[in-house]
């Protein structure tokens, strides 16, 4: 062989792939959400239909075109009506009570919000339409309320023999973990629609199909599924634009601390809202900052380090007032884990501030009386675990049936 075919091969040989499907992997193409999806099959899944969209201020394709607009405007959809969720039709609102409003060209279409008079749309508002729609991203934690306004919905569906279709996307913080205590089923409540986990790992069409199965088994339900989304995926790998769901969610990281840390705000604690990064600090007048960092750092938490921080909320919880705590910052997101780090938290708390620290409420959000106990007595973190892993296998096992992505 001349050296020149010799050099000719090599080269050639040196370009190949070293295994199929290399660039994908390497480049995977970038997640088409439930409206992408949509759009690109002419709206064939809502061909004749009158339609309610159940959405707000982050229903929008991947050109950034609202999904109000692109069924208004679809020759073969019939637009009736908008219903908007906690934190109105903008994402903007924090506020307890929402009124129904007008959207869109002219009269505009009717905004019918289901955090006001009703967190379910009624009767009246479904005047005129045959088929729901709903398209919110959601962010992965059972007691944030977007997948309580779809339960709702999908009970007035079948109630009044609608269709109901959901335009999925991703779980911004991943479908494979799923994590902490599964709701009581006598705790039902606006932030805790069913009987899940904490931190449930899956996609709002996957909880309708879960919800469809357990809660409205006549609804006539369809989902058109996100493509190129895999469940090990966050959301900054998704290729998504992040638009905040609600005014305080407002990056990845405060996603993926929400559900332990969330689980504290019902609490005389502040967990940031009214600072520039909501979640991701927590304190108290009357907490010892440095003495809490150091507490979790002996706990060799996976994944996050801590800082001793003061801050003073200009809204919401210690409005106005110097708060002493500590500030979270994930190194690692794959090994972060949201719910024991929310638990060693309210440990701590009950053990070392006992007098000033109000358990009592932490109770709304958690929901599960078992964890409850073991935390309320300052039991040992395999013990609160031991409290609700029961359950949590249980949750899985019915997940399982559900789950629509690899």
């Not at 309320?145 to 569906?157: D, R, W």
């Not at 996603?255 to 967990?271: D, I, K």
Request: net charge negative.
């Amino acid at each position: 062989m001349s050296r020149t075919l010799f050099l000719f091969l090599f080269l050639c040989f040196a370009s190949w792939p070293l295994h199929a499907g290399g660039d994908e992997l390497s480049n995977p193409p970038a997640v088409l959400t439930g409206i992408d999806v949509l759009v690109d099959e002419g709206f064939a899944a809502l061909d004749g239909a009158r339609v309610g969209l159940i959405t707000n201020h982050t229903g929008v394709d991947k050109r950034g075109i609202s999904t109000i607009r692109l069924l208004d405007t679809a020759q073969n959809v019939d637009l009736i009506a908008v219903f908007s969720p906690e934190h109105g039709l903008e994402g903007k609102l924090d506020i307890p009570h929402i009124a129904d409003g007008r959207t869109g060209r002219g009269a505009g279409i009717p905004v019918f919000s289901l955090y006001g008079d009703s967190r379910k749309p009624t009767r009246a508002m479904l005047e005129g339409i045959d088929t729901l729609v709903f398209d919110i991203q959601d962010i992965g934690t059972r007691f944030y309320t977007y997948i309580s306004t779809m339960g709702n919905a999908m009970e007035a569906a079948e109630d009044n023999g609608l269709r109901f279709v959901v335009l999925d996307r991703p779980n911004p913080i991943g479908g494979t973990a799923v994590a902490g205590p599964v709701l009581d089923g006598d705790k039902r409540s606006f932030v805790g629609y069913h009987d899940i986990a904490v931190r449930h790992g899956m996609t709002v069409a996957e909880l309708a199909e879960l919800f469809r199965s357990e809660r409205t088994p006549a609804l006539d339900l369809e989902l058109v599924l996100a493509r190129h989304w895999r469940r090990d995926q966050l959301f900054d790998e998704t290729g998504l634009r992040w638009i905040d769901p609600s005014p305080n969610m407002r990056s990845l990281d405060a996603a993926l601390l929400y559900p332990g840390v969330g689980l504290l705000e019902t609490t005389n604690l502040s967990v940031g809202r009214g600072t520039a990064t909501p979640f991701e600090v927590m304190g108290a007048p009357w907490i010892d900052g440095r003495r809490l960092a150091a507490s979790l750092d002996a706990l060799e938490l996976p994944g996050v380090r801590f800082e001793p921080v003061r801050f003073t909320p200009e809204a919401s919880k210690f409005a106005g007032e110097e708060c002493l705590g500590v500030r979270f910052h994930i190194e690692d997101r794959q090994r972060f884990e949201p719910l024991g780090l929310g638990f060693a938290i309210a440990r701590i708390l009950r053990l070392d501030y006992g007098e000033q620290w109000d358990f009592a409420p932490y109770m709304r959000l958690l929901g599960h009386d078992g964890t409850f106990a073991a935390l309320e007595r300052g039991a040992s973190r395999t013990e609160i675990e031991a409290a609700y892993v029961d359950g949590l296998e249980a949750f899985k096992a019915r997940r399982r049936d559900h789950l629509l992505y690899r």
